[in-house]
């Protein structure tokens, strides 16, 4: 079966010049693979990360010390209004030259994959914040005073009965800014992390099939930005509540 699938391949190259190496080229198909499973691997990272980010930053919104919450205001503007690429350059040459220096390191701190993380992370998480702060202040001031009528204390309200709901409101925002966080991983082929459109750069450039390759990638993207809609909407269906966040 799986010689038939490599010779249609080689066939569709030989008789219709479309050149798609990664179905019957062992070297380039292994490449490519790795390339999608970084994609993959990058995009749960900062996925995670930037969620956990919001929802504190969106707890330190409401802190009673007016110099956290300009910290936090001063961490959405600068990553919120900065171009993503350079947010990249600042981490990865900026900051990283930076600490090596501090700590005496040799060969950098974190590598292309880690600081690609950091950025791509603080970037995303920066939405996230406005966006589950968004969230919290849809939660009806009757709710939380019934809560501390119950005898909960500020992190119980929040944790146990403003998160849960504020998550219900802002799913679909927080969505949007998700996969836009996907998309938004290809810059780090601008320091060379080994993911999709790098690896597919490199097949490209040996095997000269750059039509064919941009065809795949878009094809990849679809997909696994597909699937997280597919999840995202069903998460949203099943915390649904009658009557509320819609």
């Given at each position: 079966?799986e ?48 969620i ?110 403003t ?5 219900r ?54 997909i ?23």
């Amino acid at each position: 079966m799986e010689n038939i699938f490599v010779d249609w391949f080689l066939w569709l190259h030989s008789e219709h010049g479309i050149k798609l190496t990664i179905f019957y080229d062992h070297w380039d198909r292994g490449r490519f693979i790795k390339g999608i499973w970084t994609t993959i691997h990058l995009s749960f990272v900062t996925i995670v990360l930037s969620i956990v980010i919001g929802i504190i930053g969106a707890w330190f919104q409401k802190s009673r010390f007016v110099w956290i919450r300009i910290i936090v205001q001063g961490y959405i503007q600068f990553f919120r209004n900065t171009p993503p690429l350079i947010q990249l350059y600042f981490f990865y040459f900026a900051m990283d030259t930076f600490l090596s220096g501090i700590f005496n390191i040799h060969g950098g701190i974190l590598g292309s994959y880690g600081w690609a993380v950091v950025s791509l992370s603080f970037f995303a998480g920066a939405f996230n914040v406005e966006i589950f702060r968004a969230g919290v202040e849809a939660v009806p001031e009757s709710t939380i005073e019934s809560a501390i009528s119950l005898g909960y204390s500020r992190r119980q309200i929040y944790q146990y009965v403003t998160l849960p709901l504020a998550f219900r409101v802002c799913l679909p925002a927080l969505n949007n800014n998700l996969i836009n966080l996907i998309k938004t991983t290809t810059v780090a082929y601008a320091i060379a992390v080994p993911e999709t459109l790098y690896i597919a750069n490199q097949i490209w450039s040996d095997e000269y099939n750059v039509f064919e390759m941009m065809n795949v990638v878009w094809v990849i993207y679809i997909i696994i930005v597909g699937f997280l809609v597919w999840l995202m909407h069903r998460w949203e269906l099943s915390t649904r509540i009658p009557g509320f966040g819609q």
